[in-house]
């Protein structure tokens, strides 16, 4: 608290505030899944941080772009090209013809992006997105549908059969959906696209995405030794169905930072409403903005803070935290039991650590909020 303190008394909130062991130990565990060989890939969107990402790669972890922009920050940072996936949609030949000669392994999304590639670089394999939603049920996720009919991404059942024995298929692409903790749900899906590596004799890789699950109010932890288990024998079964072992890789995004970080702000006002205590902040939800792009579902606990660390009683009813905006729905936490705020008292929001400032929007004219790590 010492050090949020100081922080705070330079001036300079909101921030946020990362902790460096935190965010190793996420690593460490997708580490230790047994499959080999195994690549662990982060997915940027989720913090593009520099220091962030310098921190995943000392700790072992390779990187997953979906933009051009996130692949020259990646390479700024020597992660080299066999060390990147680039997945995207709608690619046109100027991007295609960039990713290539960056080394990194691209997916793609559809028939007509394979057939440009094929274009372009005819002896060159690349990797798929498998949209199983035909074998499975789909579930709606807070990004909503990733396989099925509702999904606009990835190549069919009926397509991926068209392109059996193609010897330019050398990588099959699942995601999916978002924050699922749920093992048994992945592992149906990782056996519908598992069950497609006989279909191509250059195979070398398949890539389960990421979308696991953590920080929300009714997620369980997610159980990374029991999904080490799940999807380590699932691998070495289809090892021993077609007779070699293929590459595993994963693409852990928000579990690897959320509870890692803190977004830190400064309350300045307080009034009543609608029977709710509401708290004004030095703070917009631009600057932390998962509540203001998934208002049913994001969730992040709130801590008040006085500067002699004394507790303070619950006050009566709810409580919501707003935004300095004239915005109707800048808001940063909505109805919770919360102690009775004060003046100049400290809002750590937790859980605060992937989509949050890397999602900042200019929108409303506030700066990106300074970010520091411990």
């Given amino acids: 608290m010492e050090k949020i303190w100081a922080f705070a008394d330079s001036g300079e909130t909101p921030f946020y505030i990362y902790d460096t062991k935190k965010i190793q130990e996420n690593c460490r565990e997708f580490l230790t899944i047994e499959y080999t060989p195994l690549s662990v890939h982060y997915a940027m969107m989720a913090n593009s941080n520099p220091q962030f990402l310098k921190i ?32 995207a949609s709608a690619m046109d030949e100027l991007s295609m013809r960039r990713v290539k000669s960056s080394g990194a392994k691209l997916i793609l999304d559809s028939i007509g992006q394979f057939e ?24 709606k996720t807070n990004g909503g549908y990733f396989i099925g009919k509702q999904s ?11 392109l059996k024995g193609n010897p330019c298929i050398s990588g099959l692409h ?27 004799p250059k195979l070398e890789f398949i890539d389960f995405g990421g979308g696991f699950g953590s920080g929300e109010k009714i997620a369980k932890e997610f159980d990374i030794s029991t999904y080490n288990l799940k999807v380590t ?8 169905k077609i007779g070699r072992k293929i590459s595993l890789i994963l693409e852990p995004g928000r579990i690897i930072g959320a509870d890692a970080g803190y977004f830190v702000c400064k309350i300045t006002d307080i009034k009543m409403g609608n029977n709710q205590h509401l708290i004004g902040v030095n703070a917009s939800s631009v600057q932390f903005p ?17 500067r002699d660390n004394i507790a ?7 409580s919501s935290i707003y935004g300095c905006s004239t915005y109707s729905r800048d808001y940063l936490a909505r109805d919770m039991e919360l102690p009775q705020p004060h003046i100049g008292d400290l809002v750590i929001l937790g859980q605060a650590g992937s989509y949050c400032s890397a999602a900042y929007t200019s929108f409303l004219g506030f700066p990106k909020a ?3 790590f411990i």
């Fill in 56 to 87: 995943i790669k000392q700790a072992g972890l390779k990187i997953f772009v979906n933009s051009l922009i996130h692949l020259e920050m990646a390479l700024d940072l020597n992660f080299s090209g066999d060390e990147i996936i680039f997945a």
């Fill in 116 to 139: 440009l590639w094929k274009s372009l670089f005819p002896d060159t394999g690349i990797g798929i997105r498998c949209n199983i939603g035909e074998l499975v049920v789909p579930r």
């Fill in 152 to 162: 606009r991404m990835g190549l069919t059942m009926d397509e991926i059969n068209s």
């Fill in 174 to 200: 699942i995601y999916v959906g978002t924050n699922i903790s749920e093992i048994d749900h992945f592992l149906d899906c990782y056996q519908h696209v598992t069950n497609l590596a006989g279909l191509f």
């Fill in 233 to 240: 024998g699932l691998m070495n079964n289809i090892a021993t």
């Fill in 290 to 306: 998962r509540p203001l792009f998934y208002p049913d579902s994001a969730y992040h606990p709130v801590l008040i803070v006085n």
């Fill in 312 to 318: 303070t009683d619950k006050a009566e009813g709810l």
């Fill in 370 to 372: 300074e970010e520091y």
